[in-house]
T-cell receptor
Framework: GENVEQHPSTLSVQEGDSAVIKCTYSDSASNYFPWYKQELGKGPQLIIDIRSNVGEKKDQRIAVTLNKTAKHFSLHITETQPEDSAVYFCAADTGRRALTFGSGTRLQVQP | DAMVIQNPRYQVTQFGKPVTLSCSQTLNHNVMYWYQQKSSQAPKLLFHYYDKDFNNEADTPDNFQSRRPNTSFCFLDIRSPGLGDAAMYLC?????????????FGPGTRLTVT
């Protein structure tokens, strides 16, 4: 089955700096790669996703890149703000209407 | 706003006492999922319904059951909760088909077992 590895587990940046979180996946048949933001005590919120037919997608301060050959994808957050502090999860589809999640990255943006 | 609703948000039950968590959705999605999330871990899929078709994950304990009486509602039944079942339980929905894969999560129910 699909295995998703996520790094780093924790990330601390200064407000205004950029943050990058990286994930690798094992199943070359995976075609859909979402990123979720989870704030304390809340459910995960879909923030951006990418499908295998594109290499990059951007939405304001966040962007995701995908390298299918190397089987890795990354989340980039620019001009970070304190409200970006949360746990971020990457995921990949398993082809069975399900997602496999990475282990999560706790992002702390220092004001 | 269309959304995924979970009730209750917090549930306390006693060791061995059956408990039911509920999820409803106004998105008219054809797939509903139940995840278990323990502290500082990723959500772990327990099972999902694709329309009326129930799909259990291989490592989901028999202690966990689910019902989907109609498109909008899905229930998670824990027959005999143990201390290890204390966790956040997340419901999610998706509209599978036509190339759509997005899953939308509810706020979760935090279960405490005493």
């Amino acid at each position: 089955g699909e295995n998703v590895e996520q790094h780093p587990s924790t990330l601390s940046v200064q407000e205004g700096d950029s943050a990058v979180i990286k994930c690798t996946y094992s199943d070359s048949a995976s075609n859909y790669f979402p990123w979720y933001k989870q704030e304390l005590g809340k459910g995960p919120q879909l923030i951006i996703d990418i499908r295998s037919n594109v290499g990059e997608k951007k939405d304001q301060r966040i962007a995701v890149t995908l390298n299918k050959t190397a089987k890795h994808f990354s989340l980039h957050i620019t001009e970070t703000q304190p409200e970006d502090s949360a746990v971020y999860f990457c995921a990949a589809d398993t082809g069975r209407r399900a997602l496999t999640f990475g282990s999560g990255t706790r992002l702390q943006v220092q004001p | 706003d269309a959304m995924v609703i979970q009730n209750p948000r917090y549930q306390v039950t006693q060791f061995g006492k059956p408990v039911t968590l509920s999820c409803s959705q106004t998105l008219n999605h054809n797939v509903m999922y139940w995840y278990q999330q323990k502290s500082s871990q990723a959500p772990k899929l327990l099972f999902h319904y694709y329309d009326k078709d129930f799909n259990n994950e291989a490592d989901t304990p028999d202690n966990f059951q689910s019902r989907r009486p109609n498109t909008s509602f899905c229930f998670l039944d824990i027959r005999s909760p143990g201390l290890g079942d204390a966790a956040m339980y997340l419901c999610a929905t998706s509209r599978v088909g036509q190339g759509s894969y997005e899953q939308y999560f509810g706020p979760g129910t935090r279960l405490t077992v005493t």
